[in-house]
């Protein structure tokens, strides 16, 4: 698989407990038919229906609770028992059964309203980031958001591609926080950034205007307390003709440069500057790093999800590695490899929700 093995991993442990019910009363009978008569096998018959009750359907915990009831009634009037023991077992095993149908309606309420808060979730997810178009002021686009967890779709990662008058504008950030609080911060930074784009001159003028939206919004919620206040953030501008790229950082890691040779380079700043949003403690001008984008050069702008991923031995991806040597492949097909190699990196268990953007001159 792409993402590693711990998917398959989880389809076999569910595989298993969805048979546990059934090797439960497998279990009891044997036990019941190998044991002395004043060993009773109830526990395991009754366990059997309250184990599928979670796990299963409605028709497969009563049919479970069933076997269970029927697998007693046969054993006993196999064996034989005092009438009192045989009736205080079947009354056991039906009551127990009874709770499990009880437990399952409740589990499978539950199991709707998560769905259905999944696809708010996803709907909001899908309007603050869009899918961007494969082609845009003449480059090739993808993007490709990971989260951490396998289905969690609100983050505070955050990407967009806009084409302005002055050419090709990029931005991905990391909001401070997880959850609806984040993802209102995205919103304000990627609606500030779509007016921005349009309307300054210069790159360094469009971090300036997501500052001011996130101070704005910062008071008008009462401060970063309950506001995430703080976003890291990189943006690029591919200004339509030259074969160069301008780069802001404002305490972000370093967008990738993958030239046509297969060769890795990050694009550094020319001074460090604070997060979006932490005005207040400081001022320092920005300035945008500029450097050639040739044809065939690919840049990639990622979050901190990508080069903080660790393996089991706390080892850090690399993402210039894993960029090299891959100057011709599809954006799409190039994040995808990517996302996959972080997968495996970590086991399956990301720390933190990684967004990916690639943009390719062809």
Partial sequence: MGFGEAPEDGSVVRALARLLPALLIVGGALYDVLTPIAYTAVPFFTAAPLVAAPLSSLRTTVLTGLASFLAVHALHARFGLPHADVVTELTTVATVSALAVGINRVVRRGDRRLASAREVAEAAQRAVLPEPAERIGGFEIAARYEAAQEGTLVGGDLYAVQDTPYGVRLVVGDVRG????????????????????????TLEAVAGRIERALAREGVRRGGVDTFEGFTTAVLAELPHGEGTVRVVNRGHPPPLLLHADGTVRPVTASEAALPLGMGELGAWPDRAAERPFPSGAALL??????????????????????????????????????AGEVRRHTGGRMADDMALLVVRRT
């Fill in 178 to 201: 997880k959850g609806m609080g984040a993802v209102a911060a995205v919103a304000v930074v990627l609606g500030a950034f779509r007016e921005a784009a349009e309307q300054e001159a």
């Fill in 301 to 338: 702008l990622h979050t901190d999800g990508l080069s903080e991923a660790r393996d089991a031995h706390g080892r850090f991806f690399d993402p210039e590695r894993g960029l090299a040597g891959r100057a011709g492949t599809a954006p799409g097909a190039l994040l995808a490899r990517l």
